[in-house]
């Protein structure tokens, strides 16, 4: 897909995307003839049409024996818009157009905006290439989306800052997508050693380092947990281990991030009622945003430090799986209690941060995962929690979903629930009980972050989408590449 800025309207309309704050006089319309211009007042005064915010309106006329799509979004009050309803609203636009087939689809805006240009080319490419993504290798007749180029409508003679942005937004969205195909490949394609595979390509593709580990080494390092959690599956864990450095200069910080990847999550002997299982491809959210956030990190170039580790293997059933009883040591010595083998993804995190912070010496950890059905229950599927230790760089964090658009809530890392996970048998047991699972889960990994500023966010609620909306379709959202891209940047 084209995307681009252009000063003039080509001879023949194919779809017109006008975007216009609420009530008054039709304005920025200089691009359109006046025939046009006296249709588009007459819609407007007929229907009644107001452009409070989110509204939407098509219709189509013929000129010349070729049919041009008018599409209105509706803005509501400009001094309300920010970069994110703008994301929206251009998603809307979007969708409109995708549903009337458009092609060639020329961008109004009704008012000069006010996000400067950079912000504006970003959201402008980010979400028509976010709104256009569909996973559909596997349909015999795939719907692909229709829309070929954008142009956005402007009159300023300097286009820098805008087409600088449009390929911010391009590397963010291209990005995205490729942790959505991720996510929405299932687990008898994806699997810990085809996921190490891809994250190969990826490298390779974008320039940061990679090395895998496969079960022998992994046996050598000691991570204990990671292996009792991959037991059961035919294919053993790996661990992959991606590496990005952007500023030389040693005094420069070692940030760590840590994605979950459990390309299945069956449960194991703690089986999931099949209604539970059914989404369990999507047990690698975490890899997946890693993944993406080191390809567009790498891509945009930015001057940060960044190691990046997954964990990966399969939880799954046999002769060999490990059971609720189980005590297991980590990679750090610590012994877990197994109580329930549902809770698996915090045993790989555990030794996967304890691997990033003992031999990559990182300064700072960061680990995504779909952790808990407790933080889905919590949020829903629009936010992901975030619990950490260091509230200076949680609000860096808040700062990033501000710019990206992706949203997080913070709940607290309560002390006194400690408690909860102590075991009699080890030095701790691996789940909490019915309460405050996603805190308690937090606890958890806390105990294996040495202290160093840690930030923990629970993407099982919103790695996955059930219904389109805006910029996401049904399936993987890609949930992390834009907010931890975001971050790194902020982190510059
Ligand atoms: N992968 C799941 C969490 C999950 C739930 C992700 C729903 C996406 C959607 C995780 O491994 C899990 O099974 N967690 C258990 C923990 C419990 C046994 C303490 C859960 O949340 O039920
Ligand atoms: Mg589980
Ligand atoms: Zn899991």
């Known amino acids: 897909m084209k995307i681009d800025v252009t000063r003039k309207l080509p001879e023949h309309l194919d779809t017109l995307i006008l975007i216009h704050e609420e009530n008054g006089k039709l304005k920025g319309l200089e691009f359109l003839d006046q025939d046009t211009i006296q249709m588009l007042e007459n819609f407007v ?101 229709t829309i070929e180029n954008i142009h956005l409508l402007l009159s300023t003679k300097n286009t820098r800052y805008l087409n600088r942005g449009i390929l911010a937004g391009r590397i963010f969205a291209e990005s995205t997508n490729m942790a959505r195909d991720l996510v929405n490949e299932p687990a008898n394609i994806i699997n810990p050693e085809s996921l190490a595979e891809f994250a190969k390509k990826t490298a390779l593709q974008y320039g940061f380092s990679i090395e895998t580990h496969s079960a022998d080494k992994i046996k050598r390092l000691k991570m ?68 993406g956030t080191m390809a567009a990190v790498a891509n945009l170039k930015l001057k940060v430090n960044v190691v990046a580790i997954i964990a990966a293997a399969e939880n799954m059933i046999s002769g060999e799986a490990y059971r609720p009883g189980d005590i297991i040591t980590s990679m750090s010595g610590k012994t877990i209690e197994v109580v329930n083998t549902d809770a698996e993804g915090r045993l790989t995190l555990v030794d996967a941060i304890h691997y990033v912070l003992e031999k990559e010496k990182a300064d700072k950890v960061l680990d995504i995962a779909t ?114 891209t975001s971050l790194l940047r902020n982190m510059e």
């Open 224 to 291: 204990d947990a990671l292996l009792a959690v991959g037991k059961g599956s035919k294919v053993d864990p790996r661990l992959i281990i991606m590496r990005y450095t952007g500023n030389p200069d040693k005094k420069n910080q070692l940030i760590a991030l840590v994605g979950k990847g459990l390309t299945y999550d069956t449960g194991g002997y703690c089986i999931k009622p099949a209604n539970s299982m059914m989404g369990m491809k999507s047990d690698m959210g975490g890899a997946a945003a890693v993944i």
């Open 371 to 484: 952790l808990t059905g407790a933080a889905a229950a919590a949020l829903g599927q629009d936010y992901s929690v975030v619990i950490g230790n260091n509230e200076p760089w949680i609000e860096q964090l808040k700062e990033a979903s501000r710019d990206s658009g992706e949203l997080i809530w913070q709940m607290p890392l309560h002390e006194p629930y400690k408690e909860l996970i102590k075991s009699e048998m080890a030095d701790m047991k691996n789940v909490g009980g019915p309460l405050a699972g996603a805190i308690t889960a937090a606890l958890f990994i806390r105990e294996y972050v040495q202290n160093k500023p840690w930030i923990h966010i629970d993407i099982a609620g919103s790695t996955m989408k059930d219904k389109p909306k805006g910029i996401y379709g049904v399936g993987a959202t890609g949930v992390g590449v834009r907010l931890l």
């Open 45 to 145: 005064k007929e229907d009644d049409y107001s452009f409070g915010y989110g509204k939407i309106s098509t219709f189509a006329c013929i000129k010349g024996k070729k049919r041009e799509t008018f599409i209105l979004v509706g803005a509501g009050a400009k001094s309300k818009l920010d970069s994110n309803k703008m994301r929206d609203l251009f998603a809307m636009g979007w969708r409109a157009a995708m549903a009337a087939k458009a092609k060639q689809v020329q961008v109004m805006l009704g008012f000069s905006s006010a996000l400067g240009d950079v912000n504006l080319g970003h959201v402008l490419a980010e979400s028509a290439l976010l709104s256009a993504y569909r996973f559909d290798k596997y349909l015999s007749k795939p719907e692909a989306s």
